[in-house]
């Protein structure tokens, strides 16, 4: 039986009117309606749909809550990298900000679009012809979890977007975030049922999106402000940050009203200024002010450094301080044998967080301070993250706390402890055979951006060291499916998981190889470079002092480090295990060792820019092939590029490639590149 076009009609008018209102409500600030009436709205139409349920579509505002509960979150790749922000702690950080973005645009004059940080969840949403199709965490910048039924139950969020002259996709980034006044009642709400009340607002939002069944998370009242987009391809956006965004909640994107435009380091400083004075009077919480170069061509010619880019920095706001009291001093050892002392704390409230622990840093720092077990300190969340004492109280001090002596011996295993000329830092000597070290090592191993094996927790691994069944991250692959099993909190199927990831995980790449072995200095970016510098793990491994200062990044420091690393057997063992048991990356294309093999290639010493989506490879994939040939990626297209690779759905890059005359290809004509050099 068909639905009458008068039907069809009364619900797309319904519809219409409950996203007009949603968008009154959530994006101007601006209702139009009493809730009672609202929700008369939202009746009739699920009274329609009811009996025509053939109207039903996935953008209706009835669907936002009803599917069924998911038993994990998969993964998704963002297209364009999420990356974090560098951060300013003073006005001289942020003046060195302007004067270096005045050097690389020379020019004396910035205009910069400014708006509060929020403490939220930092999400991107995609839309396709207006339509909400996905929801993906942050993530590691490269990948998150797909949130996608959860992010629909937040009303904050449009499920279509309003009007008609949207690109053809969209991809909306901001914050998730739940409001002080939201939390408050959240709170209440759970001492009333006799439930665990939340520690914060922003440990509220994240307990509440990364539920796996959608109808809890719609309970939750959780906001939505957007302060960027990522991939667009269709209809142009605005030439300008600020307008860009402000374009937004036309299509029904909340956008905060606290966004504005200043120019130059005064400007900035004057705003900070501004919202620090109104903070304590916002109803969500924030940690910074965040300075962005409004002109997007600007943006493009500042470019990015390997996680941040370099046309914005967060302003972190003063962290918050209180007064509590130290219970003990602890030493905790780390997976490079660092002994830290740790403050245990009587509980206090700091920035919105409850503390019982602060580091002390190292015995130096304890000395300076003077801070001893039964002392009244001033704690700060240094950042707004990590909890520091700044001070003892000395009157406040009981008569007979004792000055802390650091042990000359390692409160894990026994073993000496020591410490290297110019460091500060003490260190257990005992290396993978102090069992916190091995822990620690472990978890680092086992990481995401390591060897990424899911399932593998600091619980399971602390019991894998306990029962003495893994010395070595080697040790790892030859446990068996009986083993895990046996262990608590596990079982056949946990089992069965860990054995799956554990294998997934030998199909790797040198870098996450390289950063996995915990290498005293070679964080993710170092790792790279030696990657892509070396091109092989031989090479790495029989590189001279010498040899290794010449990788960027690389100083006398690191290079000592990893030649020293490669050159102890217990390493050289391990690294021997590990790929005989293995694990392998791709060493198809022929790995140049010297600089006239590299300068034959079509990339080596050119400069290329990626865009578009790629069908055939992931981004990660096509840069790596890039970097293997001996080109330069970079992030944004100036006169310098020498080629633009196009995908599907290129925009303003590939528009800007034309202008400037930059020599295109498609991603065919890459591959057949690539391919040319396999032969």
């Keep these: 039986m068909s639905v009458s076009p008068e039907i069809t009609q009364q619900v797309l008018a319904l519809r219409d009117t409950i996203n007009q209102h949603n968008h009154a409500y959530y994006v101007l600030d601006d209702p139009q309606l009493p809730d009672k009436e609202y929700d008369k709205l939202v009746r009739a139409l699920e009274a329609l749909e009811a009996q025509h349920p053939e109207l039903v579509s996935p953008d209706s505002p009835t669907q936002r809550v009803g599917a069924t509960p998911l038993t994990t979150f998969n993964s998704v790749q963002h297209v364009i990298p999420m990356l974090s922000l560098s951060n300013a702690f003073d006005a001289q950080e942020v003046a060195d900000f302007e004067q270096r973005i005045e050097e690389k645009l020379a020019t004396t004059t910035v205009e910069f679009a400014v708006e509060p940080k929020l403490d939220g969840l930092a999400i991107s949403l995609r839309y396709e012809d207006g339509v909400l199709v996905q ?137 900070y200024t501004k919202i620090l004075a109104q903070r304590d009077h916002l109803d969500f919480d924030i940690d910074g002010v965040v300075y962005k170069v409004n002109q997007l061509s600007q943006q493009e010619t500042m470019g990015f450094v390997s996680r941040a880019p370099r046309w914005a920095v967060a302003h972190k706001l003063p962290a918050q301080e209180a007064l509590t009291t130290v219970n003990s001093i602890e030493i905790q050892v780390g997976r490079t044998g660092a002994l830290t002392p740790v403050a245990r704390l009587v509980a206090v409230e700091v920035g919105g967080v409850t503390v019982t622990n602060a580091t002390l840093h190292n015995q130096d720092e304890i000395t300076r301070k003077d801070i001893r077990a039964g002392d009244t300190v001033i704690v700060r969340r240094a950042g707004d993250v990590i909890p520091e004492v700044v001070r003892s109280v000395p009157e406040k001090r009981p008569d007979n706390a004792p000055v802390f002596v650091f042990p000359t011996q390692c409160p894990v295993c026994a073993a000496p402890v020591s410490q290297e000329e ?246 065919q004509s890459f591959i057949d590149t690539v391919n040319e050099l396999k032969q």
């Design 135 to 271: 929801a993906a965490t942050r993530g590691d910048g490269r990948s998150g979890e797909d949130v996608t039924q959860n992010v629909r139950t937040i009303a904050a969020i449009p499920l279509r977007l309003l009007g008609d002259d949207y690109p053809k996709v969209l991809e909306v980034r901001g914050e998730i975030f739940m409001s002080k006044t939201g939390f408050n009642a959240l709170n209440q709400q759970q001492r009333t049922k006799g439930e665990k009340t939340f520690a914060n607002p922003r440990n509220a939002a994240a307990g509440s999106l990364r539920q796996l069944d959608a109808k809890i998370t719609a309970k939750r009242p959780l906001r939505f402000y957007a302060y960027a987009v990522g991939e667009v391809t269709g209809t142009p956006l605005a030439s300008h940050h600020a307008d860009m965004l402000r374009g937004l909640k036309k299509w029904g994107i909340p956008v905060t009203d606290l966004l504005d435009v200043v120019t130059g380091s005064q400007g900035c400083l004057d705003y």
């Design 422 to 667: 110019g460091e500060a830092v003490i260190r257990c000597s005992a290396g993978l055979s102090c069992a916190a070290q091995r822990k620690q090592a472990l978890q680092h191993f086992a990481s995401r951006r390591a060897m990424d094996i899911s399932g593998l927790g600091e619980k399971i691994i602390d019991q894998v060291i306990d029962k003495q069944l893994v010395h070595t991250p080697a040790e790892l692959y030859q446990l068996t499916q009986d083993q895990w099993a046996n262990l608590e909190r596990m079982g056949e199927k946990s089992a069965i998981k860990v054995m799956k990831a554990l294998d997934k995980s030998k199909q790797t790449t040198l870098a996450r190889f390289l950063y996995a072995l915990g290498i005293r200095e070679v964080g993710e970016s170092t790792a790279r470079s030696l990657a892509n510098h070396f091109y092989t793990l031989a090479a790495i491994e029989s590189a001279s002092l010498e040899q290794l200062q010449k990788v960027d990044d690389v100083g006398e420091i690191v290079a000592k480090n990893v030649h020293h690393f490669f050159r102890q057997a217990v390493n050289q063992q391990v690294v021997q295990q590990l790929r005989s048991l293995g694990i392998h990356w791709d060493e198809t294309i022929p790995k140049p060792d010297n600089k006239e093999v590299r300068e034959s290639t079509r990339f080596t010493n050119k400069t290329v820019v990626l865009t578009g989506t790629l069908t055939q490879l992931t981004r990660d994939e096509a840069k790596q092939h890039l970097l293997d040939m001996g080109a330069k990626v970079s992030s944004s297209i100036s006169k310098k590029t020498d080629y633009l690779i196009a995908g599907d759905n290129a925009g303003s890059k590939l528009k800007k490639a034309e202008s400037l005359g930059v020599e295109t290809l498609d991603e």
